[in-house]
């Protein structure tokens, strides 16, 4: 079966650093991704790892452990407008792409 | 570029109708495109596999005579819910991917969804 993981909701200060965690099994593995999503919009593309470690895009940056089966989403300098829906999802055959989720982010003043 | 269009943005039906939702690339050919579903506060649920000129791949509980796709041609796909009925209300979400050139990670471009309300 497919099985993803991750926290339901995080809160945060505005301007701090946030970490949210990814687990995954899943049969098939093609790429890890992390989408952002606001509420009634569709997800935006976020980061992709399909090797072990870190992979920085300005404030955003994700890690991936194939052999532990587990990725992070690191959001540094946090603001207000990163409040939203974060999506973990793995690419498996076909092309397909298995949701965890989702995380509920509140950033907070 | 990669730009995914959905049509209608929004739709309020009665119980017992169908409705259909258009998926379109407006600048790439897609090979493929994915119909998802997402309840409120859930995350997204893959529906189908839409391959063009071909039927459509179902995932394990999706009724294919309820939920009908046809992928006519490479930048056009329709999810058609047919007799819908309140439970059927939902976000649905295509997503196309590029025929060529796309780069290897970012090839799955999503449309802006589909809100469907069934009285």
């Known amino acids: 079966g497919q099985n993803i993981d991750q926290p339901t909701e995080m809160t945060a200060t505005e301007g701090a650093i946030v970490q949210i965690n990814c687990t995954y099994q899943t049969s098939g593995f093609n790429g890890l991704f992390w989408y952002q999503q606001h509420a009634g919009e569709a997800p935006t593309f976020l980061s992709y790892n399909v090797l072990d470690g870190l992979e920085e895009k300005g404030r955003f940056s994700s890690f991936l452990s194939r052999s532990k089966g587990y990725s992070y989403l690191l959001l540094k300098e946090l603001q207000m407008k990163d409040s939203a829906s974060y999506l973990c999802a793995v690419r498996v055959q076909g092309g397909k792409l298995i949701f965890g989720q989702g995380t509920e982010l509140s950033v907070k003043p | 570029g990669a730009v995914v269009s959905q049509h209608p943005s929004r739709v309020i039906c009665k119980s017992g109708t169908s409705v259909k939702i258009e998926c379109r690339s407006l600048?790439?050919?897609?090979?493929?495109m994915f119909w998802y579903r997402q309840f409120p506060k859930q995350s997204l649920m893959l529906m189908a596999t839409s391959n063009e000129g071909s039927k459509a791949t179902y995932e394990q509980g999706v009724e294919k005579d309820k939920f009908l796709i046809n992928h006519a041609s490479l930048t056009l796909s329709t999810l058609t819910v047919t007799s819908a009925h309140p439970e059927d209300s939902s976000f649905y979400i295509c997503s196309a991917r590029r025929l060529a050139g796309g780069s290897s990670y970012n090839e799955q471009f999503f449309g802006p969804g589909t809100r469907l309300t069934v009285l």
């Open positions: 600048d790439f050919q897609a090979t493929t």
